[in-house]
């Protein structure tokens, strides 16, 4: 760093020390300005659209590529020998079928459904019978009592395992 950068810099640092914002501010200002010009170098937006998007990893040769055109042209051609034989397959088969078999299969779907709900029926009456008891008097003590004293047990077994330690584990520095 140079001498009139230097002494930009303690100017900002002294400026601020003191709380003037204006003088403060105007020192960065110039110290900013006293830096270069950060510019990149020739080719460096091609190299990072080039790391960004690397190349496919196939690489084919020209025969293969051109055994794959001729495929699907071959695939292409081979839908105009298939058109008879679907046509015939449509001829077979009624728009009434399908439509009944499409409402078979909603029937179907609507029937499981029901047995779905049979079964969140039972789990519901299951959760209403626990809560009833749950909620009970002496349920409540005892789930309090057990709660208090695993609560003891803790902080019993903390202390024997951490002796050195305080109750808020903060260390004072």
Request: overall charge neutral; aromatic content about 6%; hydrophobic content about 70%.
């Given at each position: 760093m140079n001498r009139r950068a230097h002494e930009l810099l303690s100017n900002w640092l002294t400026a601020e020390g003191r709380a003037r914002e204006a003088a403060a501010e105007r020192a960065l200002v110039e110290f900013f300005r006293l830096l270069p010009q950060a510019v990149p170098s020739p080719g460096f937006a091609d190299r990072v659209v080039a790391a960004a998007w690397p190349r496919p990893v196939l690489q084919l040769s020209w025969p293969m590529r051109v055994a794959i055109a001729t495929?699907?042209?071959?695939?292409?051609?081979?839908?105009?020998?298939?058109?008879?034989?679907?046509?015939?397959?449509?001829?077979?088969?009624?728009?009434?079928?399908?439509?009944?078999?499409?409402?078979?299969?909603?029937?179907?779907?609507v029937d499981r459904l029901v047995g779905l709900l049979v079964v969140w029926q039972w789990v519901a009456s299951l959760g209403e019978s626990l809560l009833v008891v749950v909620t009970s008097p002496p349920v409540v003590v005892t789930l309090l009592g057990m709660t208090t004293l695993s609560a003891l047990a803790y902080r019993s077994l903390s202390a024997l395992l951490n002796p050195h330690r305080s109750s808020r584990y903060v260390e004072a520095y």
């Open positions: 495929c699907l042209l071959l695939a292409g051609l081979s839908t105009i020998f298939l058109m008879p034989i679907v046509l015939r397959l449509v001829r077979l088969v009624a728009p009434g079928d399908v439509i009944a078999s499409l409402v078979d299969a909603f029937l179907a779907l």
